[in-house]
């Protein structure tokens, strides 16, 4: 088989790994309006070898967002203890942010400001009209683009 030729049939999930599940879900669940498909606690052999880790304990949460089917795995681990890395930037190497489409940015914009939610602009709209964004941070410090499409000009 060519390699990439009919190998990947739709994305999954995106996984993020946070310091604290509760203030992830207060921003992804109650704030975003994302919906709880699984939630879990996983350890053993088996997590253990499938991630390169001793003694692992994690905990998952899955969210969906309307009626994609990609969705978005929060992974808080007990053990190991994660590592301390910055923030990252929109420019730095590897997956900088994820992007969810809304149905109003500014009013979602303004809510999120009143819950203390970081923004790194106001809400603009693009160049070619066709959508409004945002760029925010969630309570780990990872970007999140808030973007509302537009009808066509």
Do not use: W
């Not at 995106?14 to 704030?31: C, P």
């Not at 088996?46 to 309307?66: E, N, P, R, W």
């Amino acid at each position: 088989m060519t390699p990439g030729k009919g190998q990947a049939r739709n994305l999954r999930h995106l996984g993020i790994v946070v310091r604290d599940m509760e203030k992830s879900l207060a921003f992804y669940r109650d704030l975003l309006g994302m919906k709880v498909t699984s939630r879990r606690e996983e350890t053993g052999a088996y997590l253990d070898t499938l991630l390169g880790v001793k003694h692992g304990k994690i905990q998952t949460v899955k969210l969906s967002a309307g009626g994609g089917a990609t969705l978005l795995e929060l992974i808080e681990f007990e053990s190991p203890e994660p590592g301390a890395d910055p923030e990252r930037q929109v420019n730095t190497p590897g997956p900088t942010h994820i992007a969810v489409t809304v149905a109003d940015v500014k009013r979602l914009s303004a809510a999120l400001k009143r819950n203390g939610i970081r923004f790194v602009s106001e809400p603009l709209t693009s160049p070619g009209r066709r959508a409004r964004l945002a760029f925010c941070r969630d309570p780990e410090g990872n970007l999140v683009e808030l973007v509302e499409e537009r009808p066509n000009p």
